[in-house]
């Protein structure tokens, strides 16, 4: 007599059929992994892909992409991703060798090269009278200049290769003394005030247009990489496109009132931030921030505060502020702060919106209070 005791039971059935689960996962995030190199991208990215490719950030928000020095266990994730998004060797130097190499296994997409970006040309340090006017911007709807026909053009190769070590930041707290001066050490093609003009400005992520932009684009590229999901990826892509409209309309009605207000930065890193919302920047200390501005930048930047209409300096949370403190000593400016990456800012969906909303905080924090 056979015994009833060999017949499978349901909870066994339950059990073989999770663990055939179990072992088919794996398998399905491998084959849908998405790589994104910095936080604001990595934020944007994530919020459009949702649940449809798995999303990894590379380089933790707390550092710097100029220069970065990949652990083995980030560059194994980079090894093993699907897709890798970055913004361009303007920006993130130290994948350019890394990307040549993943390139025959994996989609690699440059922001700046790859997608029909409105991109700016870069600023010298210094002052920038004159350099752009603000009563041409008129917030959102006249927003950034568009830099050639496609954000792969000749002057951004340029950029490329003149080294672009002014692009980028350097997210640890440094004591600029310890760097050398802009006076020494430089090209032919650099002089006190920094790069040369041709260079192309890679902080893109800072204009809700371009954010508008990428997120159009990307939207293209993982619908047609993961064609099964197209139909939720373009859900989340009208989503998140509205969720921008909506942030950017909150942030044009908050800055409003200090559009007036004269302002310089510590890096110059702000200018799609600036143009889109029509803001009056006046000048930056260095374009780099791991280089300690020269005598003469120092000066004419000091003589520009005396004049009285500047109301803000910014300095940014990774850096110690003694520079800008030194330049404002006496002037009446107003020291503030702004963070262009999110440093301190968990990565997810929600990074982006939070980066822009600081941004908006820390301009209205510093210059609507002149007069209180």
């Not at 380089?59 to 970055?86: F, K, N, T």
């Not at 830099?147 to 707290?173: E, I, P, R, V």
């Not at 702000?270 to 003469?296: C, K, T, W």
Request: glycine letters at 8%; aromatic letters at 4%.
């Amino acid at each position: 007599m056979r015994s009833a005791a060999r017949r499978p039971t349901f909870p066994a059935l339950l059990l073989a059929l999770a663990a055939l689960v179990a072992l088919a996962a794996p398998v399905q995030a491998e084959n849908s992994r998405i790589v994104a190199s910095i936080l604001p991208v990595h934020s944007l990215v994530s919020a459009l892909a949702g649940d449809t490719h798995q999303v990894e950030l590379l380089v933790p928000a707390s550092a710097s992409p100029h220069g970065y020095a990949m652990r083995p266990s980030e560059a194994r994730r980079l090894q093993q991703a699907d897709i890798v998004i970055w913004v361009g060797p303007e920006l993130e130097g130290f994948l350019e060798r890394s990307l040549h190499g993943a390139s025959d296994r994996a989609t690699v997409i440059s922001l700046m090269h790859d997608l029909d970006l409105p991109l700016l040309e870069g600023r010298s340090g210094g002052v920038w009278e004159g350099h752009h006017d603000h009563g041409d911007h008129d917030g959102p709807e006249h927003d950034d200049h568009r830099h050639g026909d496609h954000g792969h053009d000749h002057h951004a190769q340029d950029a490329h290769a003149h080294g672009d070590d002014h692009h980028g930041h350097d997210h640890g707290t440094h004591d600029h003394g310890a760097h050398r001066s802009d006076d020494h050490g430089r090209g032919a093609h650099d002089d006190d005030h920094g790069h040369a003009h041709g260079d192309v400005d890679s902080h893109l992520w800072l204009s809700p247009a371009v954010a508008r932009a990428i997120v159009e684009q990307l939207a293209d590229r993982l619908a047609e990489h993961a064609p099964d999901q197209a139909a939720t990826i373009r859900e989340n892509q009208e989503q998140l496109l509205q969720r921008i409209a909506d942030l950017d309309a909150d942030i044009a009605e908050q800055l409003a009132p200090v559009r007036d207000q004269r302002f310089m930065v510590f890096h110059d890193a702000y200018q799609y931030f600036e143009r889109h919302y029509g803001l009056n920047a006046a000048g930056s200390i260095s374009v780099d921030p791991s280089r300690m501005p020269g005598a003469r930048r120092l000066s004419e930047l000091r003589t520009r505060l005396a004049e009285g209409d500047v109301t803000c300096l910014f300095t940014e949370p990774q850096f110690r502020p003694a520079l800008a403190e030194t330049v404002a000593e006496g002037t009446g400016s107003r020291l503030g702060v702004l963070d262009p990456i999110g440093a301190n800012l968990e990565p997810g969906p929600d990074a982006w919106f939070q980066l822009m909303r600081g941004m908006a905080a820390g301009f209205t924090d510093c210059m609507s209070s002149i007069d209180s």
